[in-house]
């Protein structure tokens, strides 16, 4: 079983930075996908960013590209979301999920073990 356990929320100033961590234990074969969600008070989940963590390949949500960045740390089972130039519409709670299937896609079907989120306040 894989339990992604997430780190890393806070609130920050728009235009601010922060780093989200998310490890998760288990076998690889579970995490071939690793993604980032978030959801907003009376919104729907969306995905952000997803990784490959067999082959690196990233993906990202058009809302995001060019200001977020996923990457892995494959020795310590961990992934991050390093998030720049933060804006308040970026305020959720954002949640690292697993997913054992690929290609990796941002939506959250197929995504099968998520962790309890951290939240993310970015105020103007």
């Known amino acids: 079983q894989v339990q992604p356990v997430e780190s890393g929320g806070d609130s920050v100033q728009a235009g601010g930075s922060l780093r989200l961590s998310c490890a998760a234990s288990g076998d690889a074969h579970s995490r071939n996908c690793m993604g980032w969600f978030r959801q907003a008070p009376g919104k729907e989940r969306e995905g952000v960013a997803a990784?490959?963590?067999?082959?690196?390949?990233?993906y990202y949500a058009d809302s995001v590209k060019g200001r977020f960045t996923i990457s892995q740390e494959n020795a310590k089972n961990t992934v991050y979301l390093q998030m720049n130039s933060l804006r308040p519409d970026d305020t959720a709670m954002y949640y690292c999920?697993?997913?054992?299937?690929?290609?990796?896609?941002?939506?959250?079907?197929?995504?099968?073990?998520w962790g309890q989120g951290t939240q993310v306040t970015v105020s103007s």
């Open positions: 999920a697993t997913d054992p299937g690929l290609p990796c896609v941002l939506e959250a079907q197929g995504y099968n073990y």
């Open positions: 990784i490959n963590t067999g082959g690196g390949n990233t």
